[in-house]
């Protein structure tokens, strides 16, 4: 069974359109992440959420908006996607209670997202 | 601000040799966590191991160590008779535990580790 799982892995898409990547996770954690790793390997936090509720907005354009329906799940949509986009994105989930990073995180097994 | 460096861009080792990748971070809180994670070639992240700010016993498992100086702010990684499967890109991470705010992980740049027969 896949702990954190994200759909799709591989997207390439024309600029200015709007894409979403889907994650789940079935691990139980109260914590979903989007991290995004750029073509330098640079990782870097975009979105937390905990339960459902926004707690970490890295200053990501607001063209990024990340939705979260149930803990297990945490989506993000893209709109008028831009070249600069391009990177890989990665969810995932620590069982994390606020304010007590002493858990891991796991991840998921990325999405290429490509614009042309 | 936290801050975490690695400044091995990359590192070639032949098999069954000995590598040591490095990690440097910098925090103001005196409560923190430490972290390696694994990126092979199929570019999944695997986490290896966790170390709180309290806990400086070094750490062994298998091949793989870890040697946690507060001293001198790292907390470096070995890997003993290195195997090709280790070739893969490793980052070291640091969360710090802000009260009343969420933690998140902050990366190094990553070391590439490139293990030939």
């Known amino acids: 069974d896949t702990a954190v799982s994200q759909t799709p892995k591989y997207l390439v898409t024309q600029m200015g359109n709007d894409k979403s990547i889907k994650c789940e996770q079935n691990l139980g954690h109260d914590t979903m992440y989007w991290y995004k790793q750029d073509s330098k390997k640079f990782l870097k936090i975009m979105f937390s959420?905990?339960?459902?509720?926004?707690?970490i907005n890295e200053t990501v354009p607001n063209r990024f908006s990340p939705k979260s329906p149930d803990k297990a799940h945490l989506n993000l949509h893209i709109n008028s996607l831009e070249l600069g986009d391009s990177a890989v994105y990665f969810c995932a989930s620590s069982q994390d209670p606020w304010g007590a990073p002493n858990t891991e995180a796991f991840f998921g097994q990325g999405t290429r997202l490509t614009v042309v | 601000a936290q801050k975490v460096t690695q400044a091995q861009t990359e590192i070639s080792v032949v098999e069954k040799e000995d590598v040591t990748l490095d990690c440097v971070y910098e925090t103001r809180d005196t409560t923190y966590y430490l972290f390696w994670y694994k990126q092979p070639p199929s570019g999944e992240l695997v986490f290896l191991i966790r170390r709180n700010s309290f806990d400086e016993q070094n750490e062994i498992s298998g091949r793989y160590s870890w040697n946690f100086q507060k001293s001198t702010s790292s907390f470096n990684f070995t890997i003993t008779a290195s195997q090709v499967v280790d070739s893969a890109v490793y980052f070291c991470?640091?969360?710090?535990?802000?009260?009343?705010?969420?933690?998140?992980?902050?990366f190094g740049t990553g070391t590439r580790l490139q293990v030939t027969l």
């Open positions: 959420y905990n339960n459902k509720e926004l707690i």
């Open positions: 991470a640091l969360s710090e535990a802000q009260d009343g705010t969420a933690s998140k992980l902050t």
